[in-house]
């Protein structure tokens, strides 16, 4: 289980500690926590208490802002120093913290101008300028400082975040380019959502001892549970030395329409990327050709499955409604996408999945599409509870609610994938997955986050049945890690 929280969570966890800790602080712990990651990655990957001599040979950068983030910065560079670092102080917006500067200047660390950086050498830079109190982008000072150190290799440690991202959102408009990011208590969603992920390097969370939770043990408001790669390897169903196609899973897809073939061929080309042991088409007759073609491994025709896909490609057709509760009458799991949403029964059958985007929430809860995405995570749970049936909202972060009230998130991926078809593709991998007898939440988020995963690996413009092709690549590295 990963946590992933809010800039305000983390403040408001912040403050339950102080109320319980009168007169302590956790900047010392913060700054404690990045000195000595910047010595790891100054030694090359060794933190020794015994610093070498030739460590003084070394200089650091650090770049400060006016905030808590700076004076994160100064405490590590005052740590640094009096470990027998050079360290520069590059001061690129605001006041610096008082007794932070005091201190570093105490330790030996020198004051330099923003002119003067780009005529020294340095061994790392430490982004200690904007953390989660920062509004998006950098000024142009910074941006060509950071050219600078790109341009000359030298790695840019970030303190809590790289300066200039969104702590809440994967939002980029300009940034600091950190090859590390050591951040507190818990990543932030600027951690793993993109593009902003793809700036923050190696990520290290360091624990300050910060409670997520509030006096009843409920989760902060803010904080949430994503499902990152670890989990998916050990929830994603890998064949026994005993199975068989049957007991893997027969996932049966009824989707697409002479109108909409396409989305039959990419739900069956997910479901097969995903691993099961059979795929069943049984949609319209006049597409099958059509589809073996493309997967010849596909067995056509009616017969028993474990999960069914329903609703991508259906179109207008005065027969959904019954195509829909024929499916439903075999009482096994669904996944229901596309036109299969507007047609729910009263009663769907235990464990169903639906894979709505904003717009089909929507509708589906004859509210604007605006209030949808002021809040996806507050209508997925609405949605779910409403429908008893577990909601995955598709979007740039992509909430999955269970009829229960548990809410997580899947690993966020690139906006590569928004396009026509990555919803048939993704359907068809959620049926693969509750075929193979995962929950319809489980599957959800592998399915999701392992599409995510595929993308980021071959972040481009891939079409829907190309990241198809490309999934299994993904699950061997992912199963592998
Ligand atoms: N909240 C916590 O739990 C902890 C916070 N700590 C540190 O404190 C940081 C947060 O400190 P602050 O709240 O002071 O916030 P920041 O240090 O991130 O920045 C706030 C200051 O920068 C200014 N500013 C913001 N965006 C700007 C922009 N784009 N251009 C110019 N000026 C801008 C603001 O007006 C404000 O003066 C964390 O990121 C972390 O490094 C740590 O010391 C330990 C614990």
Redesign the pocket.
């Known amino acids: 289980m990963a946590i992933v929280c809010t800039a305000e969570a ?2 408001a ?2 403050q339950r500690w102080f109320d319980a800790h009168p007169g302590r602080d ?2 010392d ?3 404690h926590a990045v000195a000595r990651k910047a010595q790891e990655l100054l030694l090359g990957g060794v933190v020794d208490e015994v610093v070498p001599d030739w460590a003084a040979s070394q200089c650091v950068l650090v770049l400060v ?8 910065g100064l405490f590590a560079a005052a740590a640094l120093a009096q470990r027998g670092w050079r360290v520069e102080l590059a001061q690129v ?2 006041q610096p913290h008082e007794a932070g500067m005091a201190a570093a200047l105490d330790a030996g660390c020198i004051r330099v101008s923003l002119g003067e950086v780009t005529r020294h050498s340095y061994d790392l830079a430490i982004d ?1 300028v ?10 142009q000072s910074l941006e060509r400082i950071d050219t600078w150190l790109r341009d000359r290799r030298i790695p840019v440690l970030a ?3 790289p300066s ?1 991202l969104d702590a809440n959102s994967g939002e980029v408009e300009s940034c600091v380019h950190a090859a590390h990011t050591i951040t ?2 818990s990543l932030k969603w600027c951690h793993i959502a993109h593009p902003a992920a793809r700036y923050c390097g190696e990520l290290e969370v360091h624990d ?1 001892g ?1 409670d997520l939770v509030d006096d009843d043990g409920e989760s902060l408001d803010g904080v949430d549970e994503y499902c990152d790669l670890t989990e998916m390897a050990s929830l994603w169903p890998v064949p026994g030395a005993l199975d068989d196609k049957y007991s893997r899973g027969v996932v049966g897809i009824d989707t697409g329409s002479e109108r909409f073939p396409g989305a039959a061929v990419l739900g069956v080309l997910g479901a097969l990327r995903t691993g099961p042991g059979m795929v069943r088409f049984s949609g319209p007759s006049a597409i099958m050709a059509f589809i073996l073609s493309r997967a010849p491994s596909v067995v056509i025709g009616e017969g028993r499955v474990q999960a069914w896909v329903i609703g991508s490609g259906w179109g207008a057709h005065d027969g959904n409604a019954d195509r829909f509760i024929q499916r439903a009458s075999e009482g096994v799991p669904m996944v229901i996408d596309a036109d299969a949403l507007t047609l729910l029964p009263a009663e769907l059958p235990n464990g169903c999945l639906l894979t709505p985007h904003a717009g089909e929430l929507a509708r589906m809860l004859r509210v604007e599409r605006g209030q949808v995405d002021d809040d996806p995570r507050g209508w997925a749970v609405r949605a779910a509870q409403r429908f008893g049936a577990t909601v995955l909202l598709k979007g740039s972060i992509q909430w999955v609610a269970r009829p229960d009230g548990v809410v997580r998130a899947a690993l966020p991926g690139p906006a590569w994938t928004a396009q026509a078809g990555s919803g048939d593709v993704l359907a068809g991998m959620c049926g693969t997955l509750m075929a193979a007898g995962l929950a319809a939440d489980d599957a959800a988020l592998c399915a999701a986050g392992m599409q995510a995963a595929t993308a980021m690996s071959m972040p481009g413009p891939y079409a829907p049945d190309q990241i198809a092709e490309l999934l299994p690549g993904t699950v061997t590295t992912v199963l592998s890690r």
């Open positions: 983390t403040r966890a912040e956790l900047m712990v913060a700054a802002g006016g905030g808590n983030n700076g004076g994160d917006m605001g200690a904007l953390g989660i109190g920062g509004r998006p982008g950098i000024p303190v809590d975040l200039g507190f208590s300050i910060l």
